[in-house]
């Protein structure tokens, strides 16, 4: 089963507008980490935003917060006052288990983003 | 600033040749990683190391092998390539083994198995 789901294979949005990027994810265990990544066409992965399993407050980080609801286990990332430069591939990711995990990351399977002028 | 680089941003090997993808990373971190990125599939997990010599098998070691002798290097070795390793190969990197450590990244390699 996927432990990571983005249902969302493309997204489009205009430019100065919010967007909404979805992330569910599926784990047992009580400690673990969710984060979102961008990668530009240049290809190199870029750390947005982290969540902590137990932080009782959603992320955030300037234009991106994390729309945190544990009980339905998702992980949406919100940009908010979309750029052109956010045009890029996003993905989320979680690392599961105790802190010996060695920060394993297992990810989605991306959605694409485009911004309209 | 981290820096995690890799040895070459392109690279087309034949069937059955030995190819050896080099990661070095210069921030002394002790955990380091190889992905592979496929459409569709994300990033899937090849193997990862936590310290020097030691290494862990990711979701989809079948046909790779790794090699971690100093800590700031981590190499992802194919022992005879093929057609389906064709992908983007990218390694990354984190501090300590706490769960909010991101991971830094290499820019990827793009290898071609003709």
């Known amino acids: 089963a996927q432990k990571i789901t983005q249902t969302q294979p493309g997204m489009f949005v205009q430019e100065k507008e919010a967007v909404t990027l979805d992330c569910t994810y599926d784990?047992?265990?009580?400690?673990?980490?969710l984060f979102w990544y961008k990668q530009p066409s240049s290809g190199e992965m870029i750390f947005l935003i982290y969540?902590?399993?137990?932080?009782?407050q959603n992320a955030t980080e300037g234009r991106y917060s994390l729309n945190f609801q544990k009980a339905r286990k998702s992980a949406n990332l919100v940009i908010s006052a979309s750029q052109l430069g956010d045009s890029a591939m996003y993905f989320c990711?979680?690392?599961?288990?105790?802190?010996?995990?060695?920060?394993?990351?297992?990810f989605g399977q991306g959605t694409i983003l485009t911004v309209h002028p | 600033d981290v820096k995690v680089t890799q040895s070459s941003r392109y690279l087309v090997k034949r069937t059955g040749e030995k190819v050896f993808l080099e990661c070095v990373q210069d921030m002394d971190h002790e955990n380091m990683f190889w992905y592979r990125q496929d459409p569709g599939l994300g990033l899937r997990l090849i193997y990862f190391s936590y310290d020097v010599k030691m290494k862990e098998k990711g979701d989809i070691p079948e046909g790779y092998s790794v090699s971690r002798e100093k800590k700031e290097r981590f190499s992802l070795i194919l022992e005879s390539a093929s057609t389906n390793q064709t992908s983007m190969y990218l390694c990354?990197?984190?501090?300590?083994?706490?769960?909010?450590?991101?991971?830094?990244f290499g820019p990827g390699t793009r290898l071609t198995v003709l």
């Open positions: 990711a979680m690392r599961e288990g105790p802190d010996t995990s060695y920060g394993k990351l297992t």
């Open positions: 969540q902590g399993s137990y932080d009782e």
């Open positions: 990354a990197s984190s501090f300590g083994a706490s769960s909010y450590n991101e991971q830094f």
């Open positions: 784990t047992s265990d009580q400690s673990y980490g």
